[in-house]
């Protein structure tokens, strides 16, 4: 019925919780399959909308072969280039999905957070929501900074700003980075 978007970055830098994630899903979305694959954005980004076609048309197959009518994201920019470039398919973000069905364990109750809601993002108050309804849940407390939700700024890493403009890239960073003390 729906499968885990899992993206390319999410796999690569933490195995573990991919697999976590795709496991409380499953609990929580009977159904759910999983689809280890690119978006197509960073091809979008460069210009390469051939290639960016081609990974589209690949993510439909895909879809189809399986019956799969919902793709949930790890992802935000994930979920805004699906949503773009497959506006007839239902796209969420794992955020979403688990926000109030899954129960977190409560490691750290009353760990003060703020978060960076991404960019890519900012109209979506459901994945806004969901984000904070799981630190919630888990025993966290968010304190939102003044760039947060609809207004959240750019962090740095879209856009392929670090390898085209490094300095510009890290006075972004450290920007964002100063908006909260909190982790």
């Not at 280890?36 to 439909?60: K, Q, R, S, V």
């Not at 799969?68 to 699906?82: G, K, N, R, S, V």
């Not at 899954?102 to 108050?125: F, M, N, T, Y």
């Amino acid at each position: 019925k729906r499968l885990f978007f899992t993206g390319c970055a999410l796999p690569a830098v933490s195995p573990r919780n991919t697999l976590r994630v795709y496991d409380e899903l499953r609990r929580a979305y009977p159904g759910t399959g999983v689809l280890m694959y690119c978006c197509g954005a960073p091809a979008e980004l460069i210009g390469m909308e051939e290639a960016f076609e081609g990974t589209i048309h690949e993510i439909e197959r895909h879809m189809e072969e399986l019956g799969a009518e919902e793709l949930i994201a790890a992802c935000p920019d994930c979920q805004h280039t699906l949503k773009t470039g497959l506006p007839d398919v239902s796209v969420r973000t794992v955020w979403e999905a688990l926000g109030g069905r899954w129960q977190p364990p409560r490691l750290r109750d009353g760990a003060r957070v703020a978060i960076h809601d991404s960019c890519k993002a900012h109209h979506e108050p459901d994945t806004h929501t969901g984000i904070r309804t799981l630190i919630a849940d888990a025993g966290g407390v968010v304190e939102d900074v003044e760039y947060s939700r609809e207004k959240a700024r750019c962090c740095g890493s879209g856009g392929m700003i670090y390898p085209v403009d490094p300095g510009l890239w890290q006075k972004i960073v450290r920007r964002r980075a100063a908006e909260s003390e909190l982790p």
